[in-house]
């Protein structure tokens, strides 16, 4: 992540974004 040492909030999104994605391809 670029500025890793700051709190992103748009980070917490991209992470939640992931695991959904994840769990919609595994099903």
Same mark, same amino acid.
């Given at each position: 992540m670029i500025? &890793? $040492?700051l709190v /992103?909030? &748009?980070d917490? +999104?991209?992470k $939640?974004? &992931?695991t959904? /994605?994840?769990t +919609? /391809?595994?099903e």
């Open positions: 500025c &890793a $040492t /992103n909030p &748009a917490d +999104l991209i $939640t974004y &992931a959904v /994605n994840k +919609l /391809n595994s």
